[in-house]
């Protein structure tokens, strides 16, 4: 039996606060049963959910807090004011105390992040951590970063999105040598922004534990033709809001398609076990989290809007990762990396 | 009627070359059956395809050359090494001269930009001419660019997509103010790269003939948010990828579930006529083709590797824009932007 993981969760955070976050926890805790969970908030909203929840009301305990960082506000700004006190940073610090195994927020992304790097601090040789993305393809799934914890990046730090992403990889799905793929507009050498290809010459010259593919395109994300796609947060973020807005689009023309004659109704109502499986694999909500990579603990940043069951799927990607030893995995990799290139006089 | 059009086709690009071109040349004639063609290309291996198509060889004249641009070229080569003689410049040459009003070619895209430019010109007061796709919405169709043409654009550069994309809307859909959003990470004005908030402030302060919605993010394009989505060559190309590989990936899905028992494969049948309406509107033969803008003539560029029937929709579009006067509107636009400009003492 799996060690028991104990999981940090700012119930104040997201469009609809306690609700959805308390509901989420209680689902994820039937497929994990030896979780246990600290909720950070507002008792007096919190208690009359768990109320209804008293398997997960056994397993948790509450830290007051009635401070919460607004959805809308500047990152900058959620730092000065009330940092110590809001639900956010409470249960980063219950990562960085030991307190909990993983953090997990649907509160403001660039808060979180901002916030989770002055508590927990970036892991040594990280120069910026990221947000990765669990990316569904045909047959399995991948790992997509960045997705958007920032703007750009250059060639030493799509290197590192790399190793961090390969560390991921190697954590949850148990692949000793991730396959990597630097998202590019061409697959050859010559072809797109210079700070892609002299961070491809280095993954192809450094011994790193990968298995350096060159240059993948967009269509080869779903297409798993990778276990780690790297990219800046710009081009990531902007491939993940498309593919997402692309399968809602086709999920409108099935629709539309199904409902257009009778006979077409009917077959829908014959092959609705059918539909109801491709609707579960199109949902968005089975892989909703985006994982923050290259800090000293675990955090995991649900979808602002979504409900219960899409928060369950943060919680569990949350245990996944804190049962792993990601962190000191990466963080071992990224050291030796740093040696290595050190050692090949190109640091 | 509308005024007969001779469209100039590279009879040679495209992996499978004269029997391709022809046969797509052959479906779009019935659509058009006033259009005329160029056929540049290889005497001995167009005239037995021309025997099977004997409406179109009517319409039609061949150009000899035995002279191909290989699909692999570097665009730098391409340009020296037989320019004068091949099937691509040719094709370019007849717009050049007047005798078509548009080329279409299958071929190595680089070598027909670095050629169009070459022989066209890029059209006064354009910075760098781009590729823009037609992307289909859930209702209908908007137009993205740059796709590729570039890998990367300024602040300006970014404006005068804009303007581009507008005169294209404007010509191909009738729309006479389109609405314009330019791709980012997140609707906020202080969201994203520099070189795209410049061109919001630039795009919103000047009196242009368009509607500027300011920001839209990946998932806004399939929901045909706006009429016209401007992005730099190397994001819209990976985003126009993404779309078309998470189009694909869902159909192996949809596949899988309608197969996976008798009730669903009894209800597939039923429904087969919804799902062949369904396919089509998924097939990305139905709008092959990527428009070069801000060149002094007509250029499309198709899928190097599709069939007859995406050749086909290729010059359809070729056919469209060259009806609809959009070089004319999208050079006086371009004018009038910078003279206004000028005025505005921000030039």
């Known amino acids: 039996m799996a060690a028991p993981v104990t999981i940090a969760l700012d119930a104040m955070g997201g469009d609809h606060g306690p609700s959805v976050i308390v509901a989420g926890a209680a689902i994820a805790l039937v497929r994990h049963p030896e979780t246990r969970f600290l909720l950070v908030g507002d008792t007096a909203r919190i208690e009359p959910e768990l109320k209804q929840h008293p398997a997960l009301a056994a397993k948790s305990e509450i830290i007051h807090t009635d401070v919460a960082v607004a959805m809308d506000a500047k990152p900058s700004q959620a730092l000065r004011k009330g940092r110590w006190h809001s639900s956010m940073w409470l249960s980063l610090e219950a990562v ?91 697959r050859e050498e010559v072809k797109g922004l210079d700070h892609i290809r002299t961070a491809a010459a280095t993954l192809k010259r450094a011994p790193l534990p990968i298995e350096f593919r060159g240059f993948v395109e967009g269509d080869d994300v779903g297409r798993g033709a990778v276990d780690v796609v790297v990219t800046d947060g710009f081009t990531g973020n902007i491939a993940l809001k498309t593919a997402e807005g692309t399968a809602k689009q086709i999920g409108e023309y099935l629709r539309a398609a199904m409902g257009r004659s009778l006979l077409a109704r009917t077959g829908a109502i014959l092959a609705q076990g059918a539909f109801r499986a491709l609707k579960e ?33 943060a919680v569990d990607l949350a245990h996944d990762m804190a049962s792993s030893g990601v962190v000191k995995r990466l963080a071992a990799d990224i050291s030796r990396f740093h040696t290595e290139l050190e050692l090949d006089g190109a640091a």
Chains 1, 2 share one sequence.
């Open 281 to 313: 694999k199109m949902d968005p909500r089975q892989l909703n989290g985006g994982i923050f990579l290259g800090l000293n603990g675990i955090v995991v940043k649900s979808h602002g809007g979504t409900d219960a069951t899409g928060f369950a799927s």
């Open 96 to 186: 960085r105390d030991g307190h909990a195994a993983a953090a997990v927020s649907a509160g403001n992304t660039g808060a979180l992040m901002v916030m989770a790097k002055f508590c927990l601090k970036t892991t040594a040789g990280v120069d910026r951590p990221a947000i990765a993305a669990i990316w569904p393809t045909i047959d399995s799934e991948c790992i997509v970063l960045d997705v958007g914890a920032n703007v750009g990046a250059d060639a030493r730090q799509l290197v590192e999105f790399a190793l961090m992403g390969a560390a991921m990889a190697r954590a949850l799905f148990g692949i000793e040598r991730p396959s990597v793929g630097l998202l590019n507009i061409g």
